[in-house]
C-alpha cells in the first residue's frame, strides 16, 4: 500500500481553510477537522480538492468503525 511521506504532509494544507490535514487511521485519506471533511488518497496522491472531497460522516459509513 502507498502511503504518503511525512514531508508530503506537513506541506499540505485543506484547500478550504489553509489549515493542516491528517492522515486517516489506515491512511487512505487525509482529514480536515476544522471543515469536517475528508480528501481521499488514490493512486498515493491525495485529491486535495474541496469538490472531491467527502464529509466525515461518509467517510465513517464506508469504513465502518
Ligand atoms: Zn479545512
Redesign the pocket.
Known amino acids: 500500500m502507498q502511503t504518503i511521506s511525512r514531508e508530503l504532509l506537513e506541506i499540505i494544507a485543506?484547500p478550504?481553510?489553509k489549515?493542516g490535514v491528517q492522515l486517516s487511521r489506515n491512511s487512505d485519506a487525509l482529514i480536515?477537522h476544522?471543515?469536517k471533511?475528508v480528501y481521499k488518497i488514490r493512486h498515493g496522491i491525495p485529491v486535495m480538492l474541496v469538490d472531491e472531497a467527502i464529509t466525515m460522516a461518509e467517510y465513517k459509513g464506508e469504513n465502518g468503525s
Open positions: 485543506c478550504k481553510c489549515s480536515c476544522k471543515c471533511l
